[in-house]
């Protein structure tokens, strides 16, 4: 490898960090009606209509600030990793952007677990009668407000063990319209010491490090009722070994493992949920699915 080569791998990657900035910084404007020079403002949409001509068609605004949010913590955390290589793994975010653009997106699971939903009547089932949804590592608590939102029948209860995610989460619980069905704990997924009383629980995979992965997977499984679900979550396939790398580096850097569907399916079987299966419904996530064994 010469410096020439290296140096043009730099160029080319670097087309698509300076794409996507112009991205976030489009839905930026619009979704906070910002007014730029209007010289730079043509220059951005010459450049979104380069990545595609109809790439807002469609789009109402919650969509614009799911992507934006997207984007948001993409550079955030790429940053503090070029900041800060040596830092050991995990997570350790209170810069409140990282933590709330991380949550925002967050709340695509509700939406891709409601979509998983629609093939799987008893899991839709669960999903519209009274009960207890358990959102582990709930961060800064969008995911659970969705949750409460969209499943008005559920109660929910975010637990995580980083106070400054928590800090946050109290506040965006406080103006939200839900607050009086959501309940926020600081407690780490190990800690939990609920018996049978969760009717499903979403567990984040990509933040489940693979030494405490047996006890909180029996924890969790104690937590919910006989026939309660849980839903382990995972990043989809990867389109490209690059993006591969990619997540792989960014879930270990987190404090996760990069679980592979058929490892978790096992892990799920070992710990006496039954009914396991893997699932997809749309990239970046897929889906873990069992149930707690009707003892």
């Known amino acids: 490898m010469s410096f020439e080569s290296l140096m043009a791998a730099a160029l080319r990657l670097s087309v698509s960090v300076e794409a996507l900035a112009a991205l ?21 949409r010459d450049v979104t209509h380069s ?41 350790r975010y209170e810069n409140p952007l990282v933590l709330q653009s991380q949550g925002q997106v967050s709340r695509l ?5 409601d979509a998983l939903a629609a093939r799987l009547p008893d899991l839709r089932a669960t999903m519209r009668q009274p009960g207890l949804f ?53 407690q780490s997924v190990e800690q939990l010491e609920d018996e049978a009383t969760v009717s499903l629980a979403w567990l984040p995979g990509p933040f489940i490090a693979a030494d405490i992965a047996d006890r909180a997977l029996d924890r969790v499984r104690r937590a919910l009722r006989p026939g309660g679900w849980l839903i382990f979550g995972l990043y989809g396939p990867a389109p490209t070994r690059l993006a ?48 707690r064994s009707r003892e």
């Open 109 to 113: 699971i509700v939406r891709s677990l």
């Open 24 to 44: 976030g910084a489009e839905l930026r404007l619009r979704q906070e009606k910002l007014v730029a020079d209007t010289r730079v403002s043509a220059l951005l």
């Open 244 to 291: 591969e790398a990619v997540t792989c580096l960014r879930t270990v850097r987190d404090g996760g493992y990069s679980w592979a569907p058929d490892e978790v399916v096992d892990r799920l079987r070992a710990v006496y949920f039954e009914s396991v299966e893997a699932l997809s419904v749309a990239p970046p996530i897929s889906f873990v699915i069992g149930r």
């Open 134 to 186: 358990l959102d582990v590592g709930t961060g800064v608590g969008w995911l659970a407000i969705e949750a409460a939102r969209c499943w008005t029948a559920l109660r929910v209860i975010g637990i995580d063990r980083w106070e400054p995610a928590l800090a946050l989460a109290r506040q965006n619980l406080a103006t939200s319209d839900v607050a009086a069905r959501v309940e926020l704990r600081l």
């Open 51 to 91: 990545i595609d001509p109809a790439l807002f068609d469609g789009i109402e605004a919650d969509g614009e600030a799911a992507a934006l949010a997207l984007v948001q913590a993409v550079f955030s955390q790429a940053n503090d990793l070029l900041q800060d290589p040596a830092r050991a793994p995990g997570w």
